[in-house]
T-cell receptor, first 113, second 112 residues
Framework: KAGVTQTPRYLIKTRGQQVTLSCSPI?????VSWYQQTPGQGLQFLFE???????NKGNFPGRFSGRQFSNSRSEMNVSTLELGDSALYLC????????????FGNGTRLTVT | GEDVEQSLFLSVREGDSSVINCTYT??????LYWYKQEPGAGLQLLTY?????DMKQDQRLTVLLNKKDKHLSLRIADTQTGDSAIYFC????????????FGKGTKLSVKP
């Protein structure tokens, strides 16, 4: 079974631009969660989607948004990029998102200059 | 509030056992997880334990849970250089959708 696939692996953007990251979950997994990982703050939860609906959201500004498609694939978007948005963005999928293990992809490394 | 604490570093000799410790604060945790992260990679799920269990063994990995003290440990037997990585402890709270609370990670260095 293929794992969680995230594209692209690396991105370099300029302040003020916007970016879209993509995530394909494990086949059969309907929940997709997004996390931001930075050296200072560690792993922080962004949001979770299930059946195309956002069910849970972390404490991030509205510049961070996401969506999920009917095939469970998900995208997250960051608008008006700031230097502090430089991070590893990790996507995780699970069967239900509640009391089922999260399986992570290899992440997208975003650098904002 | 929820918090998960881990020591930042651990150094062991190849062939020894490694024990990585973690404490958490929220008693409503349902599952507790251990993830491994190698340089440049995502998080690999190593093992997890339901909160009503005391112990789980999976090949070289043994997880011990002391729910009274809110203490979780991961023991790696016969540690190899390939085990060098950062290990994250995480808890899931009852009813929480997709939101795991992670510790800062323990960097395990295995010396030959």
């Amino acid at each position: 079974k293929a794992g969680v696939t995230q594209t692209p692996r690396y991105l370099i953007k300029t302040r003020g631009q916007q970016v879209t990251l993509s995530c394909s979950p494990i086949s059969g997994h309907r929940s997709v969660s997004w996390y931001q990982q930075t050296p200072g703050q560690g792993l922080q939860f962004l949001f979770e989607y299930f059946s195309e609906t956002q069910r849970n959201k972390g404490n991030f500004p509205g510049r961070f948004s996401g969506r999920q498609f009917s095939n469970s694939r998900s995208e997250m978007n960051v608008s008006t990029l700031e230097l502090g948005d430089s991070a590893l963005y990790l996507c995780a999928s699970s069967i239900t998102g509640v009391d089922s293990p999260l399986h992570f992809g290899n992440g997208t490394r975003l650098t904002v200059t | 509030g929820e918090d998960v604490e881990q020591s930042l570093f651990l150094s062991v000799r190849e062939g020894d056992s490694s024990v990585i410790n973690c404490t958490y604060t929220d008693s409503s945790s349902t599952y507790l997880y251990w993830y491994k992260q190698e340089p440049g990679a995502g998080l690999q799920l190593l093992t997890y334990i339901f909160s009503n269990m005391d112990m789980k063994q999976d090949q070289r990995l043994t997880v011990l849970l002391n729910k009274k003290d809110k203490h979780l440990s991961l023991r790696i037997a016969d540690t190899q250089t390939g085990d060098s990585a950062i290990y994250f402890c995480a808890e899931s709270l009852r009813g929480s959708q997709g939101n795991l609370i992670f510790g800062k990670g323990t960097k395990l260095s295995v010396k030959p």
